[in-house]
């Protein structure tokens, strides 16, 4: 079971496992509840986005953000 409930996560990882070199996901979550926490924390921000996209400068990138309204950013 996963410490944090996030929507099609084993659907994500399944994915990411399969395809290593073309799927990434990067989990993010507004505060840490469980001290295994591997992911992201805190609100997804243009900073934020620009960090992660540094690596993948030289593929082709798809950004999906889903979060609540009281998450919303500049991002």
């Not at 994915?15 to 989990?27: D, G, I």
């Not at 620009?50 to 889903?66: E, F, R, W």
């Amino acid at each position: 079971m996963y410490s944090v409930y996030i929507i099609l996560r084993p659907l994500l990882d399944s994915y990411a496992e399969k395809h290593p070199k073309q799927f990434r996901v990067v989990y993010t979550v507004d505060k840490v509840s469980t001290p295994d926490w591997k992911g992201e924390v805190g609100y997804v921000t243009k900073d934020m986005v620009q960090k992660l996209l540094l690596a993948l400068s030289k593929v082709n990138v798809l950004l999906a953000v889903c979060r609540p309204m009281s998450m919303k950013s500049e991002a």
